[in-house]
């Protein structure tokens, strides 16, 4: 009997459009530090740690305080205004239908990235967040995945590292020419792409 399909999506920009919140929690920190974000620069490149993305920003010894602040503030301004990206229900739905299993890999905290599965009404059979990069690949070889679901180069280090079917959307801020030289398998336009595209790999 062939192993079960398990299939491992990364969440911000592959399964939920995390700008408009992501955007708000930085604008309300910015204020409470004094510090003016780019903010529209920091949300075109969704993806790393929050730590590395604060870096830049602000002095060393001040990045966990803040980091702990945007967590904090996050269930408040981040959850309510983001919304599934277009064919993530039907990506979930997809890999329900050949009886697989769903998990979410992310970089996020998680139980904010629980908020907004239980908000979106979005189930998963398995949650784990806080790893980035190759990092992602312990997850994704302990729950047996074959098919690592993301949007940005370090989610297709996560997925070759794992050993699994690297499958790359052009929905975050990874072009199709840094997603094929980072040695991601397959692009796709958007979730929308994904159930055939899985039906056929089934098959």
């Known amino acids: 009997m062939p192993s079960p399909l398990v299939v491992g999506f990364d969440l911000d920009m592959t399964l939920i459009d995390t700008v408009p919140g992501f955007a708000a929690v930085l604008r309300v920190l910015g204020d409470e530090l004094g510090v003016d974000f780019p903010i529209q620069e920091m949300t075109t490149a969704l993806g790393p740690p929050l730590d590395l993305m604060l870096a830049p920003h602000l002095p060393a010894a001040d990045i966990p305080a803040a980091g702990d602040r945007f967590r904090a503030l996050y269930p408040e301004h981040a959850v309510a205004s983001v919304p599934l990206l277009p ?50 690949a312990d997850v994704l070889r302990r729950e047996g995945a074959s098919i690592y679901v993301g949007d940005h180069v370090h989610d297709v280090e996560g997925a070759l590292a794992a050993g699994v079917l690297s499958v790359s959307v052009l929905t975050g801020g990874c072009s199709r020419d840094e997603l094929l030289d980072a040695g991601t398998h397959v692009i796709l336009d958007s979730l929308d792409d994904f159930p055939s595209w899985l039906d056929a790999h089934v098959a």
């Open 87 to 136: 064919g993530a229900a039907a990506a979930v739905a997809a890999v329900r239908r050949h009886r697989g299993r769903v998990l979410v890999v992310t970089g996020k905290y998680a139980p904010n990235a629980r908020l907004h599965l239980d908000h979106l009404g979005l189930e998963v059979d398995g949650l784990e967040g806080w790893v980035w990069g190759v990092g992602k």
